[in-house]
Structures are given as structure tokens and as C-alpha cells.
């Protein structure tokens, strides 16, 4: 089945910094990357995603690349706030016919310094 | 605030015991899915259903089981329950069975003692 890794698993970096979070997948027909922003005790928050005929998507400070060849996808946040500061998920799907279950990502902790 | 409900927000009970929590999707979503949280796994998906019928199942023991009504809102019932079930239980719903832009719950907490 599916696999996805995640890194780094913490990432610290000073307001204004840009932040990376990479991920590999191991199933070449998923199709589906969504990226999911968790604040302490609260519901996943979708933030953005990708499917799997786009290269990149851009929205505001957030983007998301995608590298099918290589079966990895990351998420870039540029000039980041401490509001930024919270654990964030990827996760990759089939998404096609009438399954569409996410296998997700350890998730990576960034914490953003004023 | 996603749309999507679920309650109670905390259950805390003891080994053995049988639990059921709620999820009620966001309005015109027809896929609910049940998720669990826990330190150690992360996020694992548990179950899809779609307008009532089970379309996917993950690594949920037999112990659980689930169901979605005609009103669309779904149940996840945990029985026998072990100190090692206490975790967070997230439900998320899309409109579609594919699987794209699924909204999450606020979740459960379930603390087995």
C-alpha cells in the first residue's frame, strides 16, 4: 500500500524566514496531495493541495511543488509568522473512482520566532 | 469551523466498555471518513462511507465498526475497549467518494482508563 514520508519532523525558523516540508510517497498512481495545518488540540485545516497534472499551485504566502517522476511533493511558506507556528501533514490519495482515504505523513512541528 | 460536527467532544471510559461516537458531514457532502489520532501512529485512516455504503476500510480493528444513516451522518462504534484505543477520532467529509478536499471534525477524545 501507500507510504508517505515526511521531513523534517521539527523545523524552527525566525519570522520572516521561508520554511520547507518535504514529502516522498511510494504509490505512483496516487493522484491527490493535500497539505494540513493542526494547531495544538484542534482539526486538521486543509491549506492547500495538488493533483497530480499540476507542477505547482501558489496561494498567498503557501505554494506546493510536485515532482511525479521523483514521487515527491513539498510545501513552502514564505515570509512565515508565529501564527504560522503549529504541526503540519501531507498525505497523498488515490483519488479516483470511490475510494479516496488519505495516508498521511508523521507531520512536521514548525515553530516560527519572533 | 469546518461545517462538519462531531460529538461528544470527550469520552472518558473504561477497558471493556463500548463507545459510540457522531459525525454529521458538511451539508451536500456525501463521504464521511473516520480517522485516528494517536502519538505514536499520527493520523490513520479507519473507514470511508459514501450516501451509506462502505466504500474503503484501513487497518480498523474488528472490534470497530461504523455506519452511515440516511441523513448522512455516520456513527463509529468501538467495543471491548483497550487502554491502547484512547486517542484523538477525527471525522472528515467531502462531496465526492474520491477522496479530494476532505473537511475535518473537531474530533473526539477518547481516554480509555
Known amino acids: 500500500g501507500e507510504n508517505v514520508e515526511q521531513h523534517p519532523s521539527t523545523l524552527s525558523v525566525q519570522e520572516g524566514d521561508s520554511a520547507v516540508i518535504k514529502c516522498t510517497y511510494s504509490?505512483?498512481?496516487?493522484?491527490?496531495f493535500p497539505w494540513y495545518k493542526q494547531e495544538l488540540g484542534k482539526r486538521p485545516q486543509l491549506i492547500i493541495d495538488?493533483?497530480?497534472?499540476?507542477g505547482e499551485k501558489k496561494d498567498q504566502r503557501i505554494a506546493v511543488t510536485l515532482n511525479k517522476t521523483a514521487k515527491h511533493f513539498s510545501l513552502h511558506i514564505t515570509e512565515t509568522q508565529p501564527e504560522d507556528s503549529a504541526v503540519y501533514f501531507c498525505?497523498?490519495?488515490?483519488?479516483?473512482?470511490?475510494?479516496?482515504?488519505?495516508?498521511f505523513g508523521k507531520g512536521t512541528k514548525l515553530s516560527v520566532k519572533p | 469551523d469546518s461545517g462538519v460536527t462531531q460529538t461528544p467532544k470527550h469520552l472518558i471510559t473504561a477497558t471493556g466498555q463500548r463507545v459510540t461516537l457522531r459525525c454529521s458531514p458538511r451539508?451536500?457532502?456525501?463521504?464521511v471518513y473516520w480517522y485516528q489520532q494517536s502519538l505514536d501512529q499520527g493520523l490513520q485512516f479507519l473507514i470511508q462511507?459514501?450516501?451509506?455504503?462502505?466504500?474503503a476500510k484501513g487497518n480498523i480493528l474488528e472490534r470497530f465498526s461504523a455506519q452511515q444513516f440516511p441523513d448522512l451522518h455516520s456513527e463509529l462504534n468501538l467495543s471491548s475497549l483497550e487502554l491502547g484505543d484512547s486517542a484523538l477520532y477525527f471525522c472528515?467529509?467531502?462531496?465526492?467518494?474520491?477522496?479530494?478536499?476532505?473537511?475535518f471534525g473537531p474530533g473526539t477524545r477518547l481516554t480509555v482508563l
Open positions: 495538488i493533483r497530480s497534472n499540476v
Open positions: 498525505a497523498a490519495s488515490k483519488s479516483r473512482g470511490s475510494q479516496g482515504n488519505l495516508i
Open positions: 451539508s451536500g457532502d456525501l463521504s
Open positions: 462511507y459514501y450516501n451509506g455504503e462502505e466504500r
Open positions: 504509490d505512483s498512481a496516487s493522484n491527490y
Open positions: 472528515a467529509s467531502s462531496v465526492t467518494s474520491g477522496g479530494a478536499e476532505q473537511f
